[in-house]
């Protein structure tokens, strides 16, 4: 189904799986992913309205509220593309996409999700493989970067197999106490190493216009 919001009209299509736009359809398709993903083991996620602590309601009226709040606030200074990810046509996560005065600078950062029963088969690196496709081919971005907690040794591994460089460490929270952060850089030369040939893009010129960069 066409949507008139060009950002909801985005695939990214990898042999693996489909990065597709989260319409509300899509976003009902994940509550239950949402509601099954409390984090009870270590290593904790950030403290942010999408970080699944408590079992309750509220945290799936949170999750929703910020994708509908980044969704609204779209601009050529600051977007958040919001993508369901779709294995098989079954969702198992998502994968988001943030540009913070891309026009000038060029550079994006990611984030991303996957639901109990689809980690460590490799849908992690697949996905971020397919929204740094969708950067710096469909949007002609100049950086990536990516943060991770340092002992979340699967998101760090994905990095530092997709060519990211370490870029310094920072400090944020979870569970409301502080903790470090690996920060990781991938500038385009080093994506273009090591570009993939079986990714396709979907709808991207239309968004394009949508983020004011054409």
Same mark, same amino acid.
């Given at each position: ?9 985005? $695939? ?12 509300? =359809? ?22 942010? /309205? ?25 601009? /050529? ?13 079954? /969702? ?24 109990? +029963? ?21 949007? +002609?971005?100049? =950086?990536? +970067? ?6 979340? =040794? ?10 990211? $460089? /370490? ?24 994506? $273009? ?6 990714? $396709?893009?979907?709808?991207? =010129?239309?968004?394009?216009? +949508?983020?004011?960069?054409?």
């Amino acid at each position: 189904m066409a949507h008139t919001y060009p950002p909801l009209n985005v $695939e990214v299509r990898t042999p693996r799986l489909t990065l597709a736009g989260a319409s509300d =359809e899509l976003l009902e398709r994940l509550v239950p992913l949402v509601r099954a993903g409390i984090a009870d083991t270590e290593p904790w996620p950030f403290d942010d /309205p999408m970080s699944f602590y408590a079992d309750s309601p509220e945290r799936e009226w949170q999750w929703l509220r910020g994708i509908w709040r980044g969704r609204a606030r779209v601009s /050529p200074d600051a977007w958040r593309l919001y993508f369901a990810v779709l294995a098989d046509g079954v /969702p198992i996560g998502m994968q988001d996409l943030v540009g913070l005065d891309f026009a000038r600078f060029g550079t994006v950062s990611s984030f991303s999700w996957l639901g109990p +029963g689809h980690r460590r088969q490799g849908f992690g690196r697949e996905m971020r493989a397919a929204i740094l496709h969708l950067a710096f081919a469909g949007l +002609g971005a100049a =950086e990536a +970067g990516s943060d991770a907690f340092v002992d979340n =040794e699967a998101s760090n591994r994905v990095s530092r197999g997709l060519g990211y $460089e /370490p870029n310094g460490t920072d400090w944020d929270t979870r569970r409301g106490e502080p903790a470090r952060i690996q920060r990781w850089r991938l500038t385009r030369a080093a994506w $273009e190493r090591r570009r993939r040939d079986d990714i $396709e893009l979907i709808g991207v =010129e239309q968004c394009r216009r +949508g983020l004011g960069l054409d």
